[in-house]
């Protein structure tokens, strides 16, 4: 799973520690004395990377709860705010759309283990946040990813199990929902699942479990009793998209109870200039990045008429839903 396992000075000792190293005991170990030394240093190749990651064990210091940009989330219609939390960089998975890729330098996964101050910090914002508030996990990774080494789940639920009045939203693509089974549901924790239509996601989306075993996970998640979400993330227009998406859609609703959806939303392909331009130069011959594209305030989309296919895939999408489960990310 990982090509080396580096250990800050810092943490080596933890209990936390302890215990992932147990689960990975074959995997070479090297001490470092801080995260970024590996990290952030110049030079290296995101993609060769890629093909075998190393796993970085480190502390998080500074501010470990942040406010997410405006349109993020569903809390977007409620008097709730977001929140978002991220005790991973990088993903598991290599998406050929994803951001990712040019917000840094390395495609070695870091694995924040001082779950504890992250919980101090959720508390504290909660303090402070109106009823109705989310947090969101998988903003820099997907949090059920690698569930299996990190037992992020059976960490941070409890947390949420305290303050039912507020939600966290798993955001992920993965089928490691073992422990989320072995357990009673949470009202207030959402799983939320992307999609895109099979075609794309056969041509983008690398390493990531099919549709069908990504709507099994949901499947089995709703018959448990967990909320369940639906996020068609990010919508790349081509010839043929509303087609492609009437077809998701009537796989999805097919097998989901859509009255028991929490919520489902649209997003575009937008991406900030910088992070644009490094995934280009990673992967020159990719025709997805190949497209002509249009730079609005900072930030790269695909020209195309994109609003005027939102709105039909949002037509398309509100004939399953109640349009009070709808948003669209912006």
């Known amino acids: 799973m990982f090509s080396s396992v580096y250990i800050e000075e810092a943490v080596r000792d933890s209990a936390r520690v302890r215990s992932i190293l147990q689960r990975i005991p074959e995997v070479p170990r090297i001490a470092i004395q801080q995260y970024g030394e590996v990290f952030n240093r110049a030079k290296q190749n995101f993609r060769l990377q890629k093909q075998q990651p190393a796993l970085i064990l480190a502390h998080k210091s500074g501010r470990r709860v942040l406010?997410?940009?405006?349109?993020?989330?569903?809390?977007?219609?409620?008097a709730g705010k977001g929140f978002y939390f991220s005790h991973m960089l990088n993903c598991v998975y290599d998406c050929r759309y994803c951001f990712l890729q040019g917000m840094f330098r390395s495609a070695n996964y870091v694995l924040f283990v001082n779950y504890e101050d992250f919980e101090q910090d959720i508390e504290a914002t909660i303090a402070h946040a109106p009823a109705g508030s989310v947090f969101y996990s998988g903003y820099d990774c997907d949090s059920l990813a690698l569930e299996p080494v990190s037992a992020f789940c059976e960490s941070f639920l409890p947390c949420f199990q305290r303050h039912p009045e507020h939600f966290l939203e798993i955001r992920?693509?993965?089928?490691?929902?073992?422990?989320?089974?072995?357990?009673e549901p949470l009202a207030n924790c959402v799983i939320a699942m992307s999609f895109s239509p099979q075609v794309q996601s056969e041509q983008w989306e690398h390493k990531v479990p099919s549709i069908a075993k990504r709507l099994d996970a949901l499947v089995r998640l709703q018959n448990a009793g967990w909320p369940v979400a639906l996020r068609f993330e990010p919508v790349i227009a081509q010839t043929n998209t509303l087609s492609l998406y009437k077809e998701l859609f009537e796989l999805v609703f097919s097998q989901l109870d859509r009255r028991r959806i929490h919520s489902a939303s649209l997003g575009e392909f937008r991406l900030p200039v910088d992070y644009?331009?490094?995934?280009?130069?990673?992967?020159?011959?990719?025709?997805?990045?190949a497209r002509e594209?249009?730079?609005?305030?900072?930030?790269v989309s695909l020209a195309h008429e994109q609003e005027s296919l939102l709105q039909d895939l949002e037509t398309m999408l509100l004939a399953y839903i109640e349009p009070e489960s709808y948003y669209r990310c912006a």
């Open 67 to 78: 406010p997410t940009p405006e349109g993020y989330g569903f809390e977007s219609g409620s």
């Open 276 to 289: 644009y331009k490094k995934i280009v130069k990673l992967y020159p011959e990719e025709p997805l990045l």
């Open 172 to 183: 992920t693509k993965s089928t490691q929902i073992r422990f989320l089974l072995e357990r």
């Open 293 to 299: 594209t249009q730079l609005d305030d900072g930030m």
